[in-house]
Structures are given as structure tokens and as C-alpha cells.
């Protein structure tokens, strides 16, 4: 199984800053890996998929980059409405389809 | 627009069964691999399981494996979970979600419901 470990497990950041989230894999994920957001709630919703690309009406302060077992989830520039928690998944080697532990990004 | 609707959760006494569905609608359901993901209270998300988007693969988490069972109907845009001899560790929200990619092309998910709470407890 592709264990998947993020960090930092919270991070406390203000409106108006850059988020930094990173992903790492215990074995290969090529480019397979995702990020998702998930506000109290609600369901999670597809933020980056294959490590950079952007899912349908994500804005550009979002994006993604890695690969192989290093990825990092970028957010410039905070808003309101970003304060979440952040999920990595990797499709490369499955089954088992595996998440991280999630990182909480939250208002300093 | 893509919608997927689950029901079936609530209160269960341990060792009972439960069975959960998600009605979807808004794309062609036959084309998408459909995937079963759940979160226990105030913890992160755990994939249970997937069914191919023709039914011909399934496959479980190990946690699950030999109590839970995946279907769909494909005529009535329905996914099914099964699950059998509940414990008190799968107390969780149930979520149905969606592959981003038809016809068994990957398995991340760009569509999920709005999920349904299962609770074991006596």
C-alpha cells in the first residue's frame, strides 16, 4: 500500500499569505496524485489532479507540482474561503486508492 | 449538472446490516467507475471501495473486504453498498463519488455526494 504523508499537520497562516502544503509518497506515484478541499460539512472537491493540473473552476491561486513521491500544493495569496483542510490522494498504485492524513490550514 | 444523492445511513446495532445507495444523474452513470470513500467522525477519508463503470471489476479496502459489497445498476443510474456485520469502527459518513475519467481510465474523483451518516452503536 502507497502510503501517503502530509505536512505540516496544521498550518496557521493569515488572509493575504502563501500556503505551502506538502505530499509524500512512500513509493512511486509518477504524476498520479491529486488534492482535495474539504470545509466542515461538505464533501471534498477536486482542487489539482496528475500533480498540476487545475480542476474546472479552481482558481489559478491554487497549483500543484511534484512527482514521483514529492508534491506540494501551492495557494498564493489566501482568501477567507481557503481556510480548509487539504487532502493529497494517489491514483498510481491501486488498489487500495490511498489519502493522507490531511493537512488544516487555518487563520493565524 | 452532476448530482449524487446518498441515503440509507443512520443508527445500527453492531453485527446488523445496512444497505446504501446514491441515485445519480446528470452524465452517462454507465460510463464512470463509481467509488465508495467514508470519514469517521473528525478523521480523514478512507476509500472503501470501487465497481468498474460496466460492473465487471470490483475491488475493497482490506478493512472491508468480506463484509462490504459494491453494485450498480446501471439502468437506474443507482450505486449500492452493502455492508454486513457492522462494527462500531465503521461509524462514519458514507460518500458516493465519481472517477474524473470514464471507461476505467483512473480512479481520482471530481464528483462526490453530500454523503450519509452511519452510526453503530447498541
Known amino acids: 500500500e502507497t502510503v501517503l504523508t502530509q505536512s505540516p499537520a496544521t498550518l496557521s497562516l493569515s488572509p493575504g499569505d502563501r500556503a505551502t502544503l506538502s505530499c509524500r509518497a512512500s513509493?512511486?506515484?509518477?504524476?498520479?496524485l491529486a488534492w482535495y478541499q474539504q470545509k466542515p460539512g461538505q464533501a471534498p472537491r477536486l482542487l489539482i489532479y496528475?500533480?498540476?493540473n487545475r480542476a474546472a473552476g479552481i482558481p489559478a491561486r491554487f497549483s500543484g507540482s511534484g512527482s514521483g513521491t514529492d508534491f506540494t500544493l501551492t495557494i498564493t495569496s489566501l482568501e477567507p474561503e481557503d481556510f480548509a483542510v487539504y487532502y493529497c490522494?494517489?491514483?498510481?498504485?491501486?488498489?487500495?486508492?490511498?489519502f493522507g492524513q490531511g493537512t488544516r490550514l487555518e487563520i493565524k | 449538472q452532476v448530482q449524487l444523492v446518498e441515503s440509507g445511513g443512520g443508527v445500527v446495532q453492531p453485527g446488523r446490516s445496512l444497505r446504501l445507495s446514491c441515485a445519480a444523474s446528470?452524465?452517462?452513470?454507465?460510463?464512470?467507475?463509481m467509488h465508495w470513500v467514508r470519514q469517521a467522525p473528525g478523521k480523514g477519508l478512507e476509500w472503501v471501495a470501487v465497481?468498474?463503470?460496466?460492473?465487471?471489476?470490483?475491488e475493497y479496502a482490506d478493512s472491508v473486504k468480506g463484509r462490504f459489497s459494491i453494485s450498480r445498476d446501471n439502468s437506474n443510474n443507482m450505486l449500492y453498498l452493502q455492508i454486513n456485520s457492522l462494527r462500531a469502527e465503521d461509524t462514519a459518513v458514507y460518500y458516493c463519488?465519481?472517477?474524473?475519467?470514464?471507461?476505467?481510465?483512473?480512479?481520482?474523483?471530481?464528483?462526490w455526494g453530500q454523503g450519509t451518516l452511519v452510526t453503530v452503536s447498541s
Open positions: 463519488a465519481r472517477t474524473r475519467l470514464d471507461r476505467g481510465r483512473g480512479e481520482d474523483f471530481d464528483y
Open positions: 446528470g452524465f452517462i452513470f454507465s460510463n464512470y467507475g
Open positions: 465497481i468498474w463503470y460496466d460492473g465487471n471489476r470490483k
Open positions: 513509493q512511486n506515484v509518477d504524476i498520479y
Open positions: 496528475d500533480a498540476s
Open positions: 490522494q494517489q491514483r498510481r498504485n491501486w488498489p487500495p486508492v490511498t
